[in-house]
């Protein structure tokens, strides 16, 4: 490198921190900036599938991930009434030999909390609130609603879906109620495994409406996405409060597993969040700002892939910087083409999977079983979901292809 770059970062979420520690592992100087009083993640899980598993071993928290996560047995797809399985795909066995990395289920303070180990007190700062953005010659400044501001070679928008540095690049960008609300709880767990529910990712497919369930916290907890189609309007926020009994009529005539799970749920614990799509957008860097996870992608959570895609990112951004040393421009289009690509693909994908999952009409679902049924009796590994093309990606092979391009470009 020619120069030690500067690197702001605001949003000191998952992206953030994984880009804070990316980059120090490369020697690069970054400082965080984050709206809340402190470092914490709601009570909620996150798949981490294989290829973020593998970037989180390339920043050496391999052995964090296994103390923190659970391993599932496998995939499973259950109908909605009786429980009979659609399709059973296996992990713990395969997932190390098909895609070169382990399927865990985490908790997200987990998970962030690993990310943050080793980030320096004093490169980080909290209740700073990002105003906007602006650009002066060789300098990007960060501009804070205290009127403070932070001066860098590069600042990166790692704030999440209503990105304040979007905003002050891009202009105000439109969003989608899908009609979809989802509702998100934790379970604990007084005997591994409860008898109700298997220690698996289990897919619970039912009509306008679906539920994911899986341990988190080494089988200490049962997390619970659940998905509904709903006219109503819900708020953009993962912290609304919702209730038990809220949940339960959502899911009446449900299987009894379910209906179980959802009686043991925190009254104070339980939240709900409408779901909002927006378009893949056509570029993410201007000048000497670039964006990040849900800041640049945010997408539909029915591939579980929010998170990944935001460690992904940053490992990309640390690899292509230090790589491209000085050379700004080059560094962050090499970053968009590794990246961008990817990350429309997931979140288009993401929203056809809302509309498979949630047929309604007894022969659409009676068609997709047939063909889960069909793809399993072809190939017992393929992944229900198809997303085989998800997790064989290798976000710690950036740099080989960025020497490839350089090949290509002399």
């Known amino acids: 490198m020619t120069k030690t770059l500067r690197v702001g970062i605001v949003g000191g979420g998952i992206g953030g921190v994984a880009l804070a520690r990316a980059l120090a592992l490369r020697g690069i100087e970054a400082h965080v900036f984050e709206r809340a009083p402190a470092f914490g993640e709601i009570g909620a899980g996150v798949q981490m599938t294989p290829n973020a598993a593998k970037v989180l071993r390339a920043l050496g928290l391999g052995d964090e991930l296994q103390r923190i996560g659970f391993l599932p047995n496998a995939m499973v797809g259950r109908n909605w009434e009786d429980a009979r399985e659609l399709f059973r795909t296996p992990l713990r066995e395969v997932c190390p030999r098909l895609f070169g ?26 209740n700073a609130v990002c105003t906007g953005v602006t650009q002066e010659g060789d300098v990007a400044v960060a501009h804070f609603a205290d009127g403070s501001h932070f001066e860098a070679d590069l600042i990166v928008g790692a704030d999440g879906i209503h990105s304040a540095v979007r905003g002050a690049i891009w202009g105000a960008t439109e969003s989608r109620f899908t009609g979809h609300m989802c509702w998100r709880a934790l379970v604990p767990v007084d005997q591994h495994p409860l008898p109700f529910v298997s220690p698996d990712a289990s897919f619970w497919m039912g009509p306008k409406a679906h539920i994911v369930t899986y341990y988190v916290k080494g089988g200490a907890a049962v997390n619970i996405v659940a998905v509904n189609e709903s006219s109503d309007w819900v708020a953009e926020s993962w912290t609304e409060p919702s209730t038990r009994e809220e949940l339960l009529a959502a899911y009446e005539g449900w299987h009894e597993n379910i209906i179980q799970l959802f009686q043991r749920t925190d009254k104070q614990q339980i939240f709900k969040w409408g779901l909002f799509d927006r378009e893949p957008m056509e570029q993410w860097s201007r000048g000497r700002v670039t964006l990040l996870g849900d800041a640049a992608h945010p997408m539909l959570p029915f591939l579980s892939q929010g998170a990944a895609m935001a460690i992904e990112d940053a490992y990309v951004l640390a690899a292509a910087l230090g790589h ?40 659409e679902q009676r068609q997709r079983d047939l063909a889960f049924q069909k793809e399993q009796a072809k190939n017992p590994n393929a992944v229900g979901i198809k997303a085989e093309w998800v997790y064989e990606y290798d976000a710690t092979a950036c740099l080989d292809r960025f020497a490839a391009a350089d090949t290509v470009a002399v």
């Open 101 to 126: 990395a382990d399927f865990w289920h985490v908790h997200r303070a987990d998970l962030h909390a690993i990310l943050c180990s080793g980030i320096p007190a004093n490169r980080v700062r909290f």
């Open 324 to 363: 491209f040393g000085g050379d700004l421009g080059a560094a962050l289009q090499a970053y968009e083409v590794e990246r961008r690509p990817r990350t429309a693909r997931v979140q288009l994908e993401a929203r056809e999977r809302g509309r498979t999952y949630h047929l309604a009409s007894p022969e």
